[in-house]
Structures are given as C-alpha cells and as structure tokens.
C-alpha cells in the first residue's frame, strides 16, 4: 500500500519552498500540478494547486474559499522537534504553540503552513 496525503495549496511555488525549508528535504516530485515529498517508503505528503483538484472535481467545494481556515493537520514525529519547528518557523510559518510537553506522551509544537493547514512536530517524552 502507498499511502498518500495530499493538502491543497493556493500557491504550488510557496509550498514546495515551505515545506522544503521545514522538512530539510527536497521534493521527491515536482512537477506542475503536484509536488510530493517522501516521508518513508509509501507515505507521501502531497501538494496540490487548488485550482487543479477545482478542475479535476469540479462538484466539490471549492478549497480556495476557505484560504487560511484550518482544514488538515500534518503531525510528524521526528527525531527533533525543536530543530523542524524553528526551521517552519524560519520558512514562514506562525508559530501557534512552542514546543512544550502533551499529555498524550509527546512534546509537540505547532503552527501554520501559509495555507492555514496545521503543521505540528513531535517526540515521545524522554
């Protein structure tokens, strides 16, 4: 099974730089209409233009008229938080809560894409 995420983006450019930036990797994929980054064999994190799923699935809501409204959650786990969380930071993003202890057995911090998607980074409490 190949398991991919894909958030729709109002600007393809802007994202794969982000998330580029903030992941410490370059796209596994980029091509215009979808920019994909490899988060292990199989899972995949997607960027898609909105105007291209509009397009390809014109009866659906359209996503560009939620622009900046929180609509998906990307939480990783990663070996150090700390460092991906600055690095979104330093791409852009806005810091919604430092990384700090949660009581489901992570530290986490989270902010925002410049799409309004949720972006956190986690580790099991030491």
């Known amino acids: 099974m190949i398991i991919n995420f894909i958030l729709y983006v109002e ?12 992941l410490g990797q370059a796209p596994a994929l980029d091509v215009p209409g979808m920019t994909e980054f490899e988060f292990a064999p199989g899972c995949v994190l997607g960027l898609m ?4 799923i509009k397009r390809l ?5 359209n996503p560009a008229e939620a622009g900046g ?14 460092v991906f ?10 810091e919604l809560s430092p990384l700090g202890p949660r009581d489901w057995g ?21």
């Open 85 to 94: 969380h600055a690095r979104a930071l330093a791409a852009g993003a806005r």
């Open 49 to 52: 233009p909105e105007k291209g």
């Open 69 to 82: 409204i929180p609509r998906a959650e990307v939480y990783l786990t990663v070996p150090d938080p700390a």
């Open 11 to 22: 600007d393809q450019a802007r994202s794969r730089e982000f998330y580029g930036r903030a």
């Open 106 to 126: 992570h530290e986490a911090a989270y902010c925002l894409d410049p799409d309004g998607h949720v972006l956190a980074f986690a580790a099991p409490l030491k």
């Open 57 to 61: 699935l014109p009866a659906m809501p």
